[in-house]
C-alpha cells in the first residue's frame, strides 16, 4: 500500500496530517506535482516533480497508483479514473469517492463548468479549507488507513 497525493492544490494542513499517519503506521508517501516542493524528512516519503502541463501530475498518478493504493485528491476526473480501475480516492475535506457517488460528481462539476464559461454564473470553486474540513479529513483518513490495511 501507498498513499498519493495530488500535491498541487493539496492543503498544508492535509499533507501534515498526511505526513503523520504514513510515519505512525509505516506507509510510504508519494507527492506528485507540477512544481517543486518544499523537502520533508522521512524515509517513507517521496517527491516527484512532473513536467508542467495540464493533467500531468494526474496522469502520472494514475498510471503509477495501484488498486491497493489511497489517492488523495480534490480533482474529480482523477478520482473517477483511480475508482474506475479499482483503486480508492479521497478528497481533502474527507469524502471518499466512490462508483456510485462519482459519476454524479463528475456531472456538477462539468455543469458549473459550463455555467462559469457562459458566463450564467460567476466565481466558483470550493469553500475555504476551514477546521472541520479538516477534522473530517483527518477521521475519515483514519479509519479508511486502518480498514485498507487490514486486507
Not at 16 to 39: W, Y
Not at 132 to 144: E, H, P, Q, W, Y
Request: glycine share 6%; hydrophobic share 45%.
Amino acid at each position: 500500500m501507498k498513499i498519493w497525493i495530488d500535491a498541487d492544490a493539496c492543503p498544508r494542513a492535509v499533507k501534515e496530517i498526511l505526513f503523520r499517519a504514513s510515519t505512525r503506521l509505516r506507509v510510504p508517501l508519494c507527492l506528485v506535482a507540477n512544481r517543486s516542493l518544499a523537502k520533508h524528512a522521512g524515509p517513507l516519503v517521496e517527491s516527484v516533480v512532473v513536467a508542467d502541463g495540464f493533467d500531468v501530475a494526474d496522469d502520472y498518478i494514475a498510471e503509477h497508483a495501484a488498486p491497493t493504493d489511497l489517492v488523495v485528491t480534490a480533482d474529480v476526473p482523477l478520482a473517477a479514473r483511480i475508482v474506475a480501475k479499482g483503486g480508492v480516492a479521497l478528497d481533502p475535506r474527507g469524502e471518499l469517492y466512490s462508483e456510485e457517488s462519482i459519476g454524479e460528481r463528475l456531472a456538477m462539476r462539468d455543469l458549473l463548468s459550463e455555467l462559469r464559461d457562459t458566463g450564467m454564473i460567476q466565481g466558483g470553486g470550493p469553500a475555504p479549507f476551514s477546521m472541520s474540513d479538516r477534522n473530517r479529513f483527518a477521521s475519515a483518513l483514519d479509519s479508511l488507513l486502518h480498514r485498507m490495511l487490514r486486507r
